[in-house]
């Protein structure tokens, strides 16, 4: 019993961490109980099968951190309208797997190498993980520990530097220092060691949000221009008004609300993501030509000096099998399409620029391992507007140029934006500001947008980049470079948010050098498995 609550205790303190309910200090002991319940049943209980205890109470730890965290999930729909089982199910109990593996080797690698070693295995095996996870087809960093503080920026401007995985390195490491304290107090009962510990654990936490705190009060950097921004927030409901409501009619609906709204001068307008064409897609081969699109354009040729930049469904056509691309599927004899998630950008008499997803959403845009995983669950992957195949995608990112302005915008689509070292990529291409565009309506009045919303802001101060956030449905905000949201919108609401959005040039470190812990906490992780089989080769040639 005494285990079981050490495990519900660390599932407590991870879920009342979270945001945007939650208060993330909690985050720094929240794993300690259940180190200290992996001890217990390793060192001093007397149970046959420690493994599997360990593993299913861990199980137990993460599968109520997942449901609390994102259960929200259930709040995405089935065709017929019903709520969807299958879009929190898999994603809980295959994250929780997960979670629970990744704690299982480390009880391996301490029972075989000792408590101190362990303990490093443990840290490096967890930033290991989720660097893996930022990269898989069934990629799900939502639950990254460096998440944790996105609705505290003012502590976390050292981002900047070392990123939201720094954020999860520290938190680790903290945890796992508490936990050597406590397990150095409950030995010996000294004083001296506990007074030690204790002092180095409170500069470990206090010493990054007083360096942060430092660079958020003298934050100076200057702007090399400004840009007006009109985000459109269309309120489109994504699984009636989208496919039953004529694309013409959701596009002068679209228009209509930007003309309302373009009370000044706009050199941004910026639609969420697929605000076009409702039903069905536009053919990026004929892309100049799309009467959709040309309507746009003439609505620009009333606003001089403006660009419109949206979310489209897209679709490629392609008739020699030699140049198909893998995530072709077959239209009819001798035909193939390819369907994307894109993003664009229009102006008058110019070519239009076209962007696709980069990171797509496992079971929605795209099948994950359809090789391995079809034949096991056939179509069961839910279809929540997007596709039970897979969408193609742009192997690099890029960034929107503005033939009026200085602007260059960073095309971030939704699902996009809660992956950091990936969004640096778009700075790289010379975005000085970031632009979302986003649909995250499918989940209702949950967690889930307000989440996306506040995973927004880790990007801001990671890049030093402003942010001017579409959304279908609300949250649209305006966040500035030190992660703090300067204006938004009501969710529900059919409105726009007009901004000034700040334009900068420089490149932080974390911009240059992206993961740099994760990396090496890889390394790390290697070398303690290479130095595991060193020793044990050396022990079984003792042997012999």
């Known amino acids: 019993m005494k285990y079981v609550l050490l ?11 979270w945001p945007t309910y939650g208060v993330p200090f909690f985050i720094f002991f929240a794993l300690v109980p259940l180190l200290m319940m ?18 299913g109470l861990s199980y137990l730890c993460f599968i109520i951190w997942n449901i609390v965290t994102t259960g929200w999930l259930y709040g995405s729909k089935n065709p017929d309208g019903s709520h969807s089982m299958m879009a929190v199910v898999f994603p809980v109990l295959v994250n929780s797997l997960l979670y629970s593996l990744v704690f299982q080797c480390y009880h391996w690698y301490k029972n075989a190498q000792g408590t101190y070693w362990g303990l490093g295995f443990f840290i490096a095996i967890w930033m290991s993980f989720e660097k893996f996870h930022l990269g898989w087809e069934l990629t799900w ?14 502590l976390i401007q050292w981002y900047d530097t070392l990123g939201a995985t720094g954020g999860s390195f520290w938190i680790l490491l903290t945890n796992v220092l508490i936990f050597y304290t406590v397990r150095t107090w409950e030995a010996g009962r000294k004083k001296k060691d506990l007074i030690r510990n204790s002092s180095i654990i409170a500069a470990l936490i206090a010493i990054p949000m007083i360096i942060s705190i430092i660079k958020y009060n003298s934050f100076n950097e200057k702007p090399s221009g400004q840009v007006n921004v009109l985000m459109l927030q269309p309120d489109l409901d994504p699984y009636a008004e989208k496919y039953s409501k004529d694309s013409l009619t959701i596009e002068q609906d679209l228009l209509a609300l930007a003309e309302k ?41 009333k606003h001089p000096g403006s660009v419109f930049a949206t979310g489209i469904s897209s679709h490629r056509l392609f008739f020699d099998p030699k140049t198909l691309p893998k995530e072709a599927y077959e239209v009819n004899q001798g035909v193939w399409g390819a369907s994307y998630n894109t993003a664009i950008q229009l102006a008058p008499q110019q070519k239009t620029q076209i ?11 795209i099948f994950p391992y359809m090789n391995v995983l079809k034949p096991i669950l056939g179509d069961a992957m839910l279809n929540l507007g997007g596709t039970v195949a897979s969408l193609g995608t742009d192997k690099e990112r890029m960034a929107f140029s503005n033939p009026y302005n200085k602007g260059k915008m960073a095309p971030i689509i939704c699902y996009e934006s809660i992956y950091g070292e990936f969004v640096t990529d778009y700075v790289k291409k010379g975005a000085n500001f970031l632009g979302i565009m986003t649909n995250d309506s499918w989940w209702g009045v949950t967690e889930g947008h307000k989440q996306l919303l506040s995973y927004a802001k880790l990007r801001a101060i990671e890049t030093r980049r402003e942010i001017a956030r579409a959304a279908n449905s609300g949250i649209s905000a305006h966040i ?20 000034k959005i700040n334009l900068y040039e420089g490149m932080t470190f974390y911009s240059r050098a992206g993961d740099l812990l994760s990396r090496f906490s890889i390394f790390a992780l290697g070398f303690l498995l ?8 050396q022990a079984k040639t003792k042997k012999a």
């Open 7 to 17: 495990t519900l205790i660390s599932a407590m303190l991870l879920s009342v961490s």
């Open 38 to 55: 992996e001890h217990g049943i390793s060192k001093f209980s007397n149970y046959k099968r420690k493994g599997w205890i360990i593993f």
């Open 141 to 154: 960093p939502w639950l990254n520990l460096g998440n944790v503080f996105s609705d505290y920026p003012k």
């Open 261 to 301: 709204n373009s009370t000044t001068k706009i050199d941004y307008y910026i639609a969420p993501e697929t605000a076009l064409p409702g039903r069905g897609s536009i053919s990026e081969t004929g892309i100049e030509k799309s009467l959709l699109l040309n309507n746009v354009k003439d609505f620009l040729s």
């Open 355 to 365: 962007y696709h997803k980069g990171k797509l959403v496992p079971g929605v845009e």
């Open 480 to 499: 500035n470079a030190k992660g703090e949201i300067v204006a938004d919108t009501f969710y529900g609401d059919q409105t726009a948010l007009f901004s």
């Open 530 to 537: 290479f130095y595991y089989l060193i020793k044990w080769f």
